[in-house]
């Protein structure tokens, strides 16, 4: 019998057997490839002031790098519609790697064709990761989503929060043109992914394939409410993730090393505010843990905005743990509304999110452009209080 042959045949039988405990070595195995992979996605923010500058482009033009590199976010429903019937774990596995080369040869090209290209490809990559891995925590966390869903959440922003200081590292170290060099470390990842992982099922258990004719009702219930509230999210979530490092640069005045820092302090909160709100929710309720931090996250960007400069970091503090965190309550929302296409649904959640987060990019960019990103911001936080009423409009989720 053949290596691959036992493989399939071990996949095979661990995707037929419910999973009810919550694997902590398979848990934080798939979180650490979260880690590593996401590391690399954040290249981009961090970058912006040196890509404006070598590009000839606005913040707009710079800014829409990022939505290249969610583009393929398009695909993560037909990933995730494979991923409920065939397991997918080679995507999770390899995908460190080639975001990894991807992300790192930024520097390599002065052309924007050529990078937004290169932003398109490295999107495929981050898309084939982010459809089938949520699923495969689901499966592996058993009654315990919420916080299988933090862990796994914690992980991606506490690669976005290394990414921006190790980008920022690389360049002082190598020059924009050498940053290629840190891709080994994505290489390195994707060979311990394959061999904690090669043998773990990435398909739900417990359940038969079913029909979309089943998914499509319900999802025409749940989803136009994720909708409504991400779209409420998608300028803060964009002015601080993508242009927070161009507005300590260009509005406060801070050096590439600091405006690259005060991302990582963001997302550094960030990593524990997403640890802590799925397990949260899992015991007080995805709509109340998810309410508050939609009402307070505006209220602090408003306070950041007439702020002095030494109550940033705080501030920042205190928005990466409110703007950023609420992403695992919503992810742990849609593994309760759809157990038996959780692939499908997460990789439709995540199409949607980044599509209305492209959206985001593009109008605080072209905000920025006309009247400032300080206006942009202001724009950002008053639309964010719009997000609210959709919270509590959701269906109840009844366990089945």
């Not at 966390?141 to 976005?160: D, V």
Request: hydrophobic share 55%; aromatic share 10%.
């Amino acid at each position: 019998m053949t290596t691959s042959t036992v493989e399939d045949r071990a996949e095979q039988i661990a995707a037929a057997e419910p999973t009810a405990t919550f694997q902590t070595d398979q848990v934080f195995t798939v979180a650490g490839g979260h880690f590593i992979h996401d590391t690399y996605s954040a290249f981009i923010a961090p970058l912006i002031p040196l890509l404006q500058e070598r590009l000839g482009v606005g913040y707009a033009g710079a800014g829409s790098l990022a939505i290249y590199a969610q583009m393929p976010s398009l695909l993560n429903p037909f990933i995730g519609y494979l991923a409920d019937r065939v397991s997918l774990r080679y995507f999770i596995i390899l995908a460190p790697a080639v975001t990894a080369t991807l992300m790192s040869c930024m520097g390599l090209t002065s052309n924007y064709l050529a990078l937004a290209m290169l932003m398109l490809a490295a999107g495929v990559s981050m898309a084939a990761f982010h459809a089938p891995a949520p699923a495969m925590i689901g499966r592996l966390a058993g009654q315990r989503t919420g916080t299988g869903m933090s862990i796994f959440m914690a992980s991606g922003e506490l690669g976005r929060t290394v990414g921006p200081l190790f980008v920022t590292a690389g360049v002082a170290w190598f020059g924009l043109e050498g940053i290629w060099r840190l891709a080994t470390v994505g290489w390195i990842t994707s060979v311990i992914l394959y061999w904690k992982l090669h043998t773990v099922s990435a398909r739900p258990t417990g359940h038969k394939n079913t029909s979309l004719q089943e998914w499509l009702p319900l999802a025409k219930r749940i989803f136009p409410f994720l909708a409504w509230l991400m779209l409420g999210r998608a300028l803060i979530n964009a002015s601080l993730t993508t242009y927070l490092p161009a507005y300590m640069s260009d509005v406060a005045q801070s050096n590439l090393w600091l405006a690259a820092a005060s991302l990582s302090i963001l997302e550094g909160a960030g990593v524990v505010g997403a640890l802590f709100t799925g397990t949260i929710s899992d015991k007080l309720g995805r709509k109340r843990v998810l309410g508050f931090l939609l009402a307070v996250a505006p209220v602090l960007l408003l306070i950041f905005l007439n702020s002095p400069s030494w109550l940033y970091i705080p501030l920042l503090i205190l928005l990466g743990l409110t703007a950023i965190s609420p992403t695992p309550v919503l992810m742990a929302t849609v593994q309760d509304f759809f157990p038996k296409h959780r692939a499908l649904s997460n990789g439709s959640f995540l199409a949607l999110n980044f599509l209305i987060r492209a959206f985001g990019i593009w109008v605080v960019g072209r905000v920025g452009d006309l009247s400032g990103l300080p206006q942009a911001y202001l724009i950002s936080a008053l639309v964010a209080f719009i997000s609210i009423p959709a919270v509590w409009m959701l269906p109840e989720h009844r366990p089945s």
